[in-house]
């Protein structure tokens, strides 16, 4: 299991994610950037919303995440949203691809973010979708939590 990152704010977050999603188990994975794509992370305009980790040969691999181009690179950029692997261990990898086939889950990217070290990370959840009852069912139980804390407060 992953170790929350301390260092600073993450480089790109999912935020509808949790909305969208019951976040089971989450996992620390390296992922394998080029230099460009290391220095356009760095600026914080990657986008994650749309992302998603699957299966391929073997190996997993984060698909449909935006980095935009680095503007200094010129002619030795990236490609903004090829897929790129994540780095695990071997038997992290199978029991992820094993809860995705057998339970009907999915692996979605919470957030990118570099580590203590300076290396870049994906924190990555097994999460099942989440159905339109079960949204708006969680947002009123949030806003009357929220009226809740508002009216013990006023009481004092």
Known sequence: MAKASTARRPAAENRRARRNYEIGQTYEAGIALTGTEVKSLRSGRANISDAYAGEQGGELWLFNAYLPEYLQANRFNHETRRPRKLLLHRKEISRLIGAVDR??????PLKIYFNDRGRAKVELAVA???KLHDKRESEKRRSWDREKARLMREKG
């Open 128 to 130: 099942r979708g989440r």
């Open 103 to 108: 339970e009907g889950m999915t692996l979605v």
